[in-house]
């Protein structure tokens, strides 16, 4: 670089970093501003999250910026990471107590990641929250005496015969709900056991979502559900959007969902660690969308395999799907094998006709996705 590159661009820098600076300055102000739409919210018991003011802003933010010679969609993603800041702010002022006159909540398994969250949200709502754990249950009775909901989150393989033998005597008003993955059995057995009002739900994030917001519930009708429409409205109140579904149809999505999809990360890890793939030399050859891939299985590791044993082991019918998949695995390697490339070609488009208007949809969305993941490599 001659003399003038050099003074030339450690100029040019410098004026960027004096940018750089005002836009840091810009997102505090920002940030103080968001805390005080918070607060407002909070003493109207209006939830944080508010879709129609954040479709409009971002409408007339791309105008603006088209009109700008900016890219609409770099303001859109700027907008769009600032405001997942703003609902992680809501925790610093608590959520709207849509029943201020309940007993207090007892959650059973309140220990486990999913139920330290939802003890966490109900306690920031202004609820008494008791956390029953395995040890307790010389307490139980004292604590099922003046409770207005029972929240069953243990794993899903005590789920139902925990419902069955221990919760039998709750007060006829108490709210029982669970937070299991599948739906159908836990659900009979809360409706078995207790007379009073009762709700299954499903949660479909894990402990580490830092809000709720956007994030899905599902939520299958059991009985009463005048004396638990509270707690929906609670949930909506944290910005998760509510999803009701039939038991039997929630199941048999997770079958695919949940089951068959974490069963298909789990013989991948396998895979990738029986032949000793050298992870590093994966990474530095692979593009955005294997570090993704990788990312997503490797993400399963991290956590409780008990977890994950749960969810693959809870259904009988998860082991058809996932025979399935291993027969038409067995049907593609076939026609590798054979060097049957038509067949290949043939079955692609098949699915790709199957997926339709989806896999336009499915590209675009990876695309923002792939981006990310290429913005987030250091090397
Ligand atoms: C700040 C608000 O709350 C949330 C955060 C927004 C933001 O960060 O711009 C916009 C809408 C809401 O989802 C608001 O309603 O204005």
Not at 183 to 212: Q, R, W, Y
Not at 233 to 249: S, Y
Not at 272 to 299: H, K, T, W
Not at 333 to 360: K, M, P
Request: hydrophobic share 45%; glycine share 8%; net charge negative.
């Amino acid at each position: 670089m001659t003399e003038k590159t050099t003074a030339e661009l450690e100029k040019l820098r410098g004026l960027i970093d004096g940018v750089d600076n005002q836009l840091l300055h810009l997102l505090r102000k920002r940030l103080d501003l968001v805390a005080q739409v918070g607060a407002v919210k909070h003493a109207a018991g209006l939830p944080i999250y508010a879709p129609a003011r954040e479709a409009a802003m971002l409408g007339k933010r791309r105008e603006e910026a088209q009109a700008m010679g900016v890219n609409p969609q770099l303001i859109e993603d700027v907008l769009r990471r600032l405001m997942r800041e703003s609902y992680l702010s809501e925790k610093d002022v608590g959520f709207k107590q849509i029943k201020p006159d309940l007993g207090q909540i007892v959650i059973i398994g309140g220990k486990g990641q999913l139920g330290r969250l939802f003890a966490q949200m109900f306690s920031l709502s202004g609820y008494r929250v008791q956390i029953l754990d395995k040890d307790d249950w010389q307490v139980a009775d004292s604590l099922f005496a003046g409770a207005g909901l029972v929240l069953v989150t243990v794993p899903i393989g005590s789920t139902c015969e925990l419902i069955r033998s221990r919760l039998g005597s709750l007060p006829k008003d108490c709210v029982l709900a669970d937070l299991t993955s599948i739906k159908e059995a836990p659900l009979n057995a809360m409706l078995d056991t207790h007379s009073g009002p009762v709700v299954g739900l499903h949660p479909m994030f894990g402990p580490d979502v830092g809000s709720l917001a956007k994030q899905v519930v599902v939520v299958c009708h059991g009985r009463g559900q005048t004396q638990y429409q509270w707690l929906l409205e609670q949930i909506g109140i944290w910005g998760a959007r509510l999803v009701e579904a039939e038991a039997v149809r929630h199941d048999k999505a997770m079958q695919l969902v949940q089951a068959m999809r974490h069963f298909s990360s789990f013989v991948y890890g396998l895979n990738l660690c029986r032949e000793q793939a050298d992870i590093d030399s994966l990474l530095e050859f692979s593009s955005p969308i294997y570090r993704l891939e990788l990312a997503m299985v490797g993400r399963l590791f991290a956590q409780d395999p008990q977890l994950y044993a749960d969810i693959i082991f809870a259904q009988q019918g998860s082991l058809e799907v996932i025979a399935d998949y291993l027969d038409n695995y067995r049907e593609a390697l076939a026609l590798l094998q054979a060097g049957d490339r038509q067949g290949f070609i043939s079955r692609f488009n098949e699915v790709a006709s199957w997926f339709g208007d989806y896999a336009a949809q499915f590209q675009r969305e990876s695309r923002a996705m792939l981006q990310s993941v290429n913005d987030m490599k250091t090397g």
